[in-house]
């Protein structure tokens, strides 16, 4: 009787072995479909990118301000009787084309008496 047993119990092991295991075994299948929900996920961001260039295309066919504001911020192209004014921040203390530094006054000798200037 305990042969018997086990040896159906090497048979059901045998049986069950290509279902869980196998080519087609249910591991496989979990890892398809973990594979098909990231493709789907990127399908998807795909699909959205392709919309905002469809409407960036039907934009650009369609009027002419979409191509003047991609003249102005790309190419920096500026209207006739428009004035330009760019505004650029100011280079830091010390470097090449930036404010001079002026050294700190020299402090007096000790025991040198402080006079206020006049005014």
Sequence with gaps: MRSLTLVLLLVLAAIQYPLWVGKGGWMRVWEMERQLAAQQEHVADLRIRNTAIDAE???LKSGTDAIE??????????KQQEMFVQLVDAPPPGTPGGPAVTPPAPRPAPGTPIVPPRR
């Design 69 to 78: 504001e991609r003249a102005r911020f790309e190419l920096g192209m500026i």
């Design 57 to 59: 295309v039907r934009d």
